[in-house]
């Protein structure tokens, strides 16, 4: 049975403060104050549906009824009726937000599908055969984030959606090679068979090597990792642009965040594409040099 309804009047209409690691920044001051909470909102939408999607030890039955509810709430608030009480800080905020930003509930349901597929994908054991299948998923589970933030800011031309599009999903595929080493054991695998298949790695050779095996990854494997970073990186080149016509702090915020994506794929390079053992991230001790080149960014642009 369902928890009852909670008033709408008891609900919180801001987000917490996001407390989990990220590899940008999120709704932080560079974004104009009017723009904070709703960012804000959408961010813990998302972080919490991936929670209910990961985290845990739910059996995937009961991940995916979370997640039915999840979304039986967003289609709530969005008709402009009252959530559940399961997740106030989640749908209190976000429902301020749609109402006075217009934001598309489409794009919210999106990333609710993405996380299903995840859930079933891992219940399975089942791959992506090819990139376009990757790509498939990142359009949902990645991109609506970026159409959000342009919706908020009044950007709606398709060279602008085109080139978040290219942001977002590089930042997906940036945060798979990154996470090797935490997916493989959790039966999460998003190298797709294509690709895997033309550096002559079988899905069980990944079995015998790091972390799931005691074997290191062979030549072939650190190649293939090799050859991922080199497709997020072109991605996030190709919507990099994006950047030079979005004005002010926007523009800023834009820019931490191309550099942040660019700053792991250089660290996963630095270990010699071997994140099947480590896990690099961002940190304090980056800030200065992606402040450097979130400059050079613009300074290039105007000459």
Same mark, same amino acid.
């Given at each position: 049975? =369902?928890?009852?309804?909670?008033?709408?009047? !008891?609900?919180? !209409?801001?987000?917490?403060?996001?407390?989990?690691?990220?590899?940008?920044?999120?709704?932080?001051?560079?974004?104009?104050?009017?723009?904070?909470?709703?960012?804000? %909102?959408?961010?813990?939408?998302?972080? !919490?549906?991936?929670?209910?999607?990961?985290? @845990?030890?739910?059996?995937?039955?009961? $991940?995916?009824? *979370?997640?039915?509810?999840?979304? &039986?709430?967003?289609? &709530?608030?969005?008709?402009?009726?009252?959530?559940?009480?399961?997740?106030?800080?989640?749908? @209190?905020?976000?429902?301020?937000?749609?109402?006075?930003?217009? /934001?598309?509930?489409?794009?919210?349901?999106?990333?609710? =599908?993405?996380?299903?597929?995840?859930? +079933?994908?891992?219940?399975?054991?089942? $791959?992506?055969?090819?990139?376009?299948? /990757?790509?498939?998923?990142?359009?949902?589970?990645?991109?609506?984030?970026?159409?959000?933030?342009?919706?908020?800011?009044?950007?709606?031309?398709?060279?602008?959606?085109?080139? =978040?599009? &290219?942001?977002?999903?590089?930042?997906?595929?940036?945060?798979f090679w990154q996470d090797?080493?935490?997916?493989?054991?959790?039966?999460?695998?998003?190298?797709?068979?294509?690709?895997? %298949?033309?550096?002559?790695? #079988?899905?069980? &050779?990944?079995?015998?090597?790091?972390?799931?095996?005691?074997?290191?990854?062979? $030549?072939?494997?650190?190649?293939?990792?090799?050859?991922?970073?080199?497709? #997020?990186?072109?991605?996030?080149?190709?919507?990099?642009?994006?950047?030079?016509?979005?004005?002010?702090r926007m523009g800023w915020?834009?820019?931490?965040?191309?550099?942040? +994506? /660019?700053?792991?794929?250089?660290?996963?390079?630095?270990?010699?594409?071997?994140?099947?053992?480590?896990?690099?991230t961002v940190g304090k001790? *980056?800030?200065?040099?992606? %402040?450097?080149?979130?400059? $050079?960014?613009?300074?290039?642009? !105007?000459?």
């Amino acid at each position: 049975m =369902s928890p009852p309804s909670e008033p709408a009047a !008891t609900a919180p !209409t801001l987000a917490p403060a996001p407390t989990h690691y990220e590899n940008f920044p999120v709704a932080s001051w560079l974004c104009p104050p009017r723009l904070r909470p709703p960012i804000a %909102a959408i961010y813990v939408f998302a972080r !919490t549906a991936d929670d209910i999607a990961d985290e @845990g030890d739910a059996s995937p039955e009961q $991940r995916l009824a *979370d997640l039915r509810a999840f979304r &039986a709430d967003l289609a &709530a608030i969005a008709q402009g009726g009252a959530a559940s009480a399961r997740w106030p800080a989640v749908f @209190g905020p976000l429902a301020h937000a749609m109402r006075a930003f217009a /934001l598309p509930e489409a794009l919210l349901a999106d990333l609710l =599908s993405a996380f299903i597929q995840d859930i +079933g994908k891992t219940r399975d054991a089942a $791959r992506y055969a090819d990139r376009d299948a /990757l790509l498939d998923y990142c359009a949902r589970s990645a991109n609506p984030v970026g159409r959000l933030l342009l919706h908020l800011y009044d950007v709606h031309d398709a060279v602008a959606l085109a080139q =978040s599009d &290219a942001i977002c999903s590089a930042l997906q595929l940036i945060n798979f090679w990154q996470d090797l080493s935490v997916d493989l054991p959790r039966g999460r695998f998003y190298l797709p068979d294509a690709d895997c %298949a033309d550096h002559g790695l #079988a899905p069980a &050779a990944f079995d015998a090597i790091r972390p799931r095996g005691d074997a290191p990854p062979p $030549r072939e494997a650190l190649a293939l990792v090799a050859a991922e970073v080199a497709w #997020a990186r072109a991605l996030m080149n190709q919507g990099a642009p994006l950047v030079h016509r979005l004005p002010g702090r926007m523009g800023w915020e834009l820019r931490l965040v191309v550099q942040g +994506g /660019l700053r792991i794929l250089d660290k996963i390079e630095a270990l010699g594409f071997d994140t099947f053992t480590q896990r690099p991230t961002v940190g304090k001790a *980056d800030a200065p040099l992606l %402040a450097w080149r979130a400059l $050079r960014m613009r300074r290039q642009s !105007t000459q």
